[in-house]
């Protein structure tokens, strides 16, 4: 892990919007579809104390992955299961897209004032911006890999229409899974989720400036 002062006070702002509008969006699409156990768990709101689990804010910042608080729903108040579940798991990554692109319109917006002074603090605020845009895109893209319990195998599953008990045993054994898989990719070099080289590209196509 990197204690490194000034990296955390520009990655935490995005970190911070970042994961609390992805889990509230969650809450609210859970809310919207009939089930109201995210509502009464405190979890429709954008205080990020009600959805940032410690530990996995700390691994976000020391070791680049993490995890907030899961939104917990329950689909039996759900009209449509399969779909809604679907839906649900994909608001917060689309949530974290629409993010990453309005921070990506506010950089474009001060480049294309006319006359504007580039002084160290606006510098240092396009910095903090970027670095939003950036780890926006990336809880886009690691959210949407089909490995439990990231949003991407949820909305696998609900296309599969899996027994509840064969689901439940694949969620089990998801998250030491993902958790090898990093382990192995950050320390030997291996690329088998290819999240760097996605948000490079992404980041390329929507700030080419």
């Given at each position: 892990m990197n204690?490194?002062?000034?990296?955390?006070?520009?990655?935490?702002?995005g970190?911070?919007?970042?994961l609390t509008?992805?889990?509230?969006?969650?809450?609210?699409?859970?809310?919207?579809?009939?089930?109201?156990?995210?509502?009464?768990?405190?979890?429709?709101?954008?205080?990020?104390?009600?959805?940032?689990?410690?530990?996995?804010?700390?691994?976000?910042?020391?070791?680049?992955?993490?995890?907030?608080?899961?939104?917990?729903?329950?689909p039996?108040?759900?009209?449509y299961?399969?779909?809604d579940?679907?839906?649900?798991?994909?608001?917060?990554?689309?949530?974290?897209?629409?993010?990453a692109?309005?921070f990506?319109?506010?950089?474009?917006?001060?480049y294309?004032?006319?006359?504007?002074?580039?002084?160290?603090?606006?510098?240092?605020?396009?910095?903090?911006?970027?670095?939003g845009?950036?780890i926006?895109?990336?809880?886009?893209?690691?959210?949407?890999?089909?490995i439990?319990?990231?949003?991407?195998?949820?909305?696998?599953?609900?296309?599969l229409?899996?027994?509840?008990?064969?689901?439940?045993?694949?969620?089990?054994?998801?998250a030491?899974?993902?958790?090898?898989?990093?382990?192995?990719?950050?320390?030997?070099?291996?690329?088998?989720?290819?999240?760097?080289p996605l948000?490079s590209a992404?980041?390329?196509?929507?700030?080419?400036?």
């Amino acid at each position: 892990m990197n204690f490194d002062l000034h990296r955390i006070i520009n990655i935490l702002p995005g970190i911070l919007i970042g994961l609390t509008v992805h889990e509230f969006c969650h809450a609210f699409a859970s809310y919207k579809l009939g089930d109201h156990t995210a509502k009464e768990m405190g979890r429709l709101t954008f205080n990020p104390l009600k959805h940032i689990d410690p530990i996995g804010f700390l691994f976000i910042i020391f070791a680049g992955f993490g995890w907030a608080k899961p939104v917990r729903f329950n689909p039996g108040n759900l009209k449509y299961p399969r779909r809604d579940k679907a839906i649900i798991a994909a608001a917060g990554p689309l949530s974290n897209l629409l993010l990453a692109l309005i921070f990506a319109g506010l950089i474009w917006l001060i480049y294309s004032l006319p006359g504007i002074p580039f002084s160290r603090p606006l510098i240092g605020f396009i910095t903090i911006i970027y670095y939003g845009a950036m780890i926006n895109l990336g809880l886009f893209v690691f959210n949407l890999f089909p490995i439990p319990p990231l949003d991407g195998s949820h909305i696998v599953f609900s296309g599969l229409n899996l027994n509840p008990d064969t689901e439940h045993n694949i969620m089990r054994f998801g998250a030491p899974l993902l958790f090898i898989i990093i382990i192995v990719q950050s320390r030997m070099g291996i690329t088998i989720l290819p999240i760097g080289p996605l948000v490079s590209a992404m980041l390329n196509f929507i700030m080419p400036f």
